[in-house]
């Protein structure tokens, strides 16, 4: 495999280096070494960054992203904890497609004020109730 030095590295993957350094001081990557000053990974660390990534966009803390590396960077999943995490984005979709739906019938009702309109009534009752969201976000 190539060595590639730290800005190779953020140019490529569009990590900035301050992430990097942060990521091999959490163990989610490593360096293999220096060059002069700067730090040099193998080119495998490209796919690390990516998993990191997409861990991160399914919702996951770097501290769980961790527990998926093992030694020398390679990927061991828990594939319990990627079922979890893809019913509980199940559910986070459910609840903004609900949202989603309420909001985009709420502009186009023909009710002259939203408090006479029934579905945007029942979108209301569904946050008091917790169906969807909750009331705490809305406080600043």
Do not use: W
């Not at 193998?42 to 992203?65: H, K």
């Amino acid at each position: 495999m190539n060595s590639l030095d730290i800005a190779e590295v953020v140019r490529r993957s569009g990590v900035p280096a301050s992430t990097l350094r942060y990521y091999e001081e959490r163990g989610l990557i490593e360096s293999t070494g220096r060059r002069g000053l700067r730090r040099q990974f193998d080119e495998s660390v490209l796919e690390q960054l990516a998993l990191i990534a997409l861990g991160r966009t399914a919702g996951f803390a770097l501290d769980d992203i961790v527990l998926a590396f093992g030694p020398q960077g390679e990927l061991r999943v828990d594939r319990a904890l990627l079922t979890g995490k893809a019913d509980e984005l199940d559910r986070t979709i459910a609840r903004l497609s609900a949202v989603r739906d309420g909001l985009r019938h709420a502009a186009a009702c023909p009710a002259e004020r939203h408090a006479d309109c029934p579905t945007f009534r029942e979108l209301l009752r569904a946050v008091m109730e917790g169906r969807i969201g909750t009331l705490e976000a809305l406080t600043p």
